[in-house]
């Protein structure tokens, strides 16, 4: 399999899980589909803007430490191979591999939608996270600005997001940031995965440089922004070594908080990796693989609700270990956060802040 330049997935595998699969093998649709579409899509990004009715997605996860969210994209241009979010993109009958980081989905009507829904009176303030799915920050946002349209609705009415990239594009939305900070009403953590910049773009091809995140980050937490280091996902027998460097470099930018995850391998990421992996590190596949599945009881994934982020195995106690070490070293914490939803002020649909 040979690697594509400025892309993650090196191909475009297809889902099994709905119903793309049995529709393709119907030939009528085959036909359809030519006369729609034309010729096969080159690999340049393209965008479809998507209308939904409503924005702020909930959840019950007892693992997770939000309840609401909200993804103003579909896909994401960065391409990480290990994303887990690219099996959302089965959803629309396109592969979580190329399509994902090339067949992009931006929802312009997201901030309208979020005014909408926080002006309903049994709407209740509790954190938004933002870039649970997909990076609020990657390319696209340049030119859509759905993120800081919500970060301005979110500033105007005081209520609580927390944000997660892995782009110094957020940089762009200092100013909203820093006086969102100013009220306790927004955290930032910042994705960094390996500090060398070849393995960073073979894993995450068109995300900012190693570099540029631990900038940005340094410029978070000198503008007062309470800014963690996410040194997610780490990949053993490839990024692991990492660790420690990863904890110093970000102390030296000031960060006080940092966290570490280990790689999940959902549904169709699994066979992607593994094909990324044959493809650039084909000597180490085997041990990579190896010591992933020692972690998840034998299989790729763990998908159990409490399990899915505590890998279990003498190598996850290892890299614990190794990590509660290199915090001490450097005076770092594990973050916490814990917003202000005390200054809410619940607007009105047509844009105008209540009274009551």
Known sequence: MNAIKGRGSVSNQT?????????????????????????????????????????????????????????????CEHGCIYCFARPSHAWHDLSPGLDFETRLFAKPDAPRLL????????????????????????????????????????????????????????????????????????????????????????????????SKRLDALEKLCTAGVPAHAMIAPVIPALTDGELEAIIAACAARGARHAQWIMIRLPHEVAPLFREWLETHFPERAGKVMGVIREMRGGKDNDPRFNERFRPQSAWADVLRARFRVAMKRHAMEPPSIRLDTTKFRKPAPDGQLSLL
């Open 115 to 210: 005014r909408e829904t926080l002006a309903r009176r049994s709407y209740h303030p509790a954190p938004i996270a933002m870039g649970t799915n997909t990076d609020p920050y990657q390319p696209i946002e340049g030119r859509y600005r759905i993120t800081r349209q919500i970060l301005e609705l979110c500033l105007e009415v005081r209520h609580p997001v927390t944000l997660v990239t892995k782009s110094d594009r957020i940089l762009a939305d200092l100013d909203l940031i820093e006086a969102l900070a100013r009220d306790n009403l927004v955290s930032v953590g910042l994705s960094i995965t390996s500090l060398d910049p070849r393995l960073s773009r073979l894993l995450e091809p068109r995300a900012a440089s190693p």
């Open 15 to 75: 889902s099994t899980r709905f119903a793309l699969p049995s529709s393709q093998s119907d030939g009528d649709w085959l036909d359809e589909r030519e006369r729609i579409d034309g010729a096969p899509p080159r690999l340049s990004t393209q965008v479809t803007e998507l209308h939904p009715r409503t924005i702020l997605s909930f959840n019950r996860s007892p693992d997770i430490s939000f309840d609401r969210s909200i993804n103003a994209y579909n896909g």
